[in-house]
């Protein structure tokens, strides 16, 4: 298995830009998450999907930030416009998780990340 | 919104010597899982834990959860090199729409002098 596929693996970019992450879960997996981490505040959590459903994005920074999943192959993450605070990694992984009531938390799988330098 | 605090940020050892994280809970956690992050990589998992006071061990590294399931820790014996990175727990969230969420701690960064 080719494991959590990203990318860029680097994305340098100008203030005001649109940025688009991309990210390939594992073939199976039915949840994905994307994470953001900094220096200062560790892994965030931005959101995260179940069966292509957004499930909880309370942890989106701000308009300017939005996710989609069209299928269960692939996501996007895109920022615009970009500013310099939005500089971090940023990781997407993936899990097979049992749902209904009593959600099992099934183990993380991570990508490689993206590094992310707005100018 | 679900929490969990870890300590120390910072862990200085040298190699041979014992190492300690922490992670707590303000609430109970149906289970808890721990990932090693190692310099300019990506967290890797390393174990769940999922029973009030269960003890798990991989090689050097033993895991345990707390009775009230508010807490855990990861201990290493005799550190090495290839032990340094950052440790990350990371705990679930409390129900609704926070089934699925996983939540980190800030981590605890150990470096091992040779």
């Known amino acids: 298995d080719a494991g959590v596929i990203q990318s860029p693996r680097h994305e340098v970019t100008e203030m005001g830009q649109e940025v688009t992450l991309r990210c390939k879960p594992i073939?199976?997996?039915?949840?994905l998450f994307w994470y953001r981490q900094t220096m200062m505040r560790g892994l965030e959590l931005l959101i995260y999907?179940?069966?292509?459903?957004?499930?909880?994005d309370s942890g989106m920074p701000e308009d300017r930030f939005s996710a989609k999943m069209p299928n269960a192959s692939f996501s996007t993450l895109k920022i615009q416009p970009s500013e310099p605070r939005d500089s971090a990694v940023y990781f997407c992984?993936?899990?097979?998780?049992?749902?209904?009531?009593?959600?099992?938390?099934?183990?993380?799988?991570f990508g490689s990340g993206t590094q992310l330098s707005v100018l | 919104g679900q929490q969990v605090m870890q300590i120390p940020q910072y862990q200085h050892v040298q190699e041979g010597e014992d190492f300690t994280t922490y992670c707590n809970s303000s609430t109970t956690l149906s289970n808890i899982q721990w990932y090693k992050q190692r310099p300019g990589g990506h967290p890797v998992f390393l174990i769940q834990l999922v029973k009030s006071g269960e003890v798990k061990k991989q090689k050097r590294l033993t895991f345990q959860f707390g009775e009230a399931k508010k807490n855990s820790s990861l201990h290493i014996t005799a550190t090495q090199t290839t032990d340094v990175g950052t440790y990350f727990c990371?705990?679930?969230?409390?129900?609704?729409?926070?089934?699925?969420?996983?939540?980190f701690g800030q981590g605890t960064i150990l470096t091992v002098h040779p």
């Open positions: 990371a705990g679930p969230g409390a129900g609704g729409t926070s089934y699925g969420k996983l939540t």
């Open positions: 999907f179940n069966n292509n459903v957004p499930i909880d």
């Open positions: 073939s199976g997996h039915n949840s």
């Open positions: 992984a993936s899990s097979l998780a049992s749902t209904g009531i009593g959600w099992a938390n099934e183990k993380l799988f």
